[in-house]
């Protein structure tokens, strides 16, 4: 019998004993590596803002295997809410005395010319962005803290916040993919190397596709005539990606096997900013 028989292949990917949260989970993106986390056996609690999450959650559901190892969770939190985020938070690692990571995928997007911008658009597209992803981290950075747990986040920018998209306009979320950039670098910083008390060993990056097909573009194709071929020419692969393709590169930047990488952002965008 080969002595490879009954060993995990690639180990390192393995997610299987950890709890993790993910942002943005009841569809679209935020769902798909949720699933993924799911798949490498990790329990994942989904976050959003919807009392209770659509169909497509509940199929996602239905599909997990249990041999994996891993479950998924739903509860409803909005990220401008922070009282509510600290007390969700702190429940979901209470249930174990652990968790291990986070993926912060909660964002919106509005289309509208830079100076017909109201000073309200600009705050509640920030609030939810920017802010509330950075109190995302944090709340779950001090649950790791209390467990002593390592593990990793991953933010979800986008190529928009390294290059503004032809053909859409959207400053203010150009500018706060930008802002979720610097803000890894900057956490990844304070929270990578492990502290003489034990707290640490958090390694935060950023994972910024370039156009997905999700509710939300899929919106922006309604709102814009041309657009999805225009951003089709705009690509050295002729076409637009989908969710699942991003579930690879979430796996590794949540497991051991990117565990020499942080305070990075990983750009998946059919080679869009390649030009």
């Given at each position: 019998m080969s002595e490879n028989v009954g060993r995990k292949r690639f180990p390192d990917f393995?997610?299987?004993?950890g709890t993790y949260i993910v942002t943005g989970g009841a569809r679209g993106l935020g769902l798909c590596l949720a699933e993924a986390i799911v798949e490498a056996g990790g329990e994942v609690h989904c976050l959003d803002r919807a009392e209770k999450p659509e169909e497509e959650f509940e199929e996602a559901k239905q599909r997990v295997r249990p041999e994996s190892g891993g479950s998924l969770h739903?509860?409803?939190v909005d990220v401008r809410d922070t009282k509510c985020l600290d007390e969700v938070i702190g429940r979901i690692a209470a249930r174990r005395n652990r968790l291990n990571g986070l993926v912060a995928a909660a964002g919106v997007q509005q289309i509208t010319q830079a100076v017909d911008y109201t000073a309200e658009d600009v705050t509640r597209m920030l609030e939810i962005n920017y802010t509330g992803l950075f109190?995302?981290?944090?709340?779950?950075?001090?649950?790791?803290?209390?467990?002593?747990?390592?593990?990793?986040?991953?933010?979800?920018?986008?190529?928009?916040?390294v290059v503004a998209?032809?053909?859409?306009?959207t400053p203010v979320y150009n500018s706060s993919k930008a802002a979720v950039i610097q803000l890894a670098r900057s956490l990844a910083m304070e929270w990578s190397s492990i502290k003489e008390d034990g707290t640490g060993g958090i390694r935060v990056n950023c994972l910024s596709p370039g156009h997905i097909i999700t509710p939300m573009v899929e919106k922006n194709f309604e709102e814009v005539p041309g657009l999805k071929e225009k951003w089709e020419g705009e690509n050295l692969m002729g076409r637009l990606s989908t969710p699942q393709e991003f579930k690879g590169a979430c796996i590794f930047l949540m497991s051991n096997a990117s565990s020499f990488?942080?305070?990075?952002n990983l750009i998946i965008d059919g080679g869009h900013t390649a030009w």
């Open positions: 393995d997610l299987a004993g739903y509860a409803q109190m995302t981290a944090t709340a779950t950075a001090r649950q790791m803290f209390k467990y002593k747990c390592r593990g990793s986040m991953c933010l979800i920018a986008s190529m928009s916040g998209n032809k053909g859409l306009l990488m942080t305070g990075s």
